[in-house]
């Protein structure tokens, strides 16, 4: 799996001389957002899976590759995981977020006050769908982060485990 990914993921020489190699500088060839390790991949699930949820879709692997490359994770991992929300999973992944967000916030959005407007019912609504979509969808976004980091941090702990076994048992002779 590990020669596929390396077969049919960008690779980072791609970039050399390229628009966004004079924008982000030689860090776009940072050795942790190219590599598959369990630290790069991990960390490029959690961002990439954190930003799906949230209501930014037009802007989601834009927004992944920056925290790719801010945190210093595996960058082709965190916009695949971007698109756990796409066009046809948009609509179910916000409609939930919109109402997890507003049962968590409950009558919390009671407390602003917009008077000086002409249609203030109007403006409150769309005010408050906003802030439950967005308070959703940090929730699930952390939430799904968190629970990809630690399946990925399972999974890599799994197959290390599994190339040790046929050496168990086996004395080096630096030891």
Do not use: C
Request: aromatic letters at 14%.
């Amino acid at each position: 799996m590990k020669e596929w990914l390396k077969k049919y993921l960008a690779a980072r020489e791609r970039f050399r001389g390229d628009r966004i190699h004079r924008v982000l500088g030689d860090r776009i060839f940072d050795w942790e957002l190219w590599h598959i390790t369990q630290h790069s991949t991990s960390g490029g699930l959690a961002v990439g899976l954190f930003v799906a949820f949230t209501p930014t879709i037009p802007f989601q692997m834009l927004l992944s590759a920056l925290g790719a490359i801010w945190f210093r994770v595996n960058l082709p991992i965190a916009l695949l995981a971007s698109w756990v929300t796409n066009p046809i999973t948009a609509v179910w992944v916000y409609l939930y977020a919109h109402r997890l967000g507003k049962a968590a916030l409950g009558n919390v959005l009671g407390i602003f006050v917009l008077s000086d407007l002409e249609d203030v019912a109007a403006v409150w609504r769309i005010f408050s769908h906003g802030v439950s979509l967005w308070t959703g969808g940090v929730m699930l976004g952390a939430a799904a982060a968190f629970v990809g980091y630690a399946v990925s941090k399972a999974f890599w702990i799994l197959v290390k485990g599994k190339e040790r076994i046929p050496n168990e048992g086996v004395v080096d002779s630096d030891e």
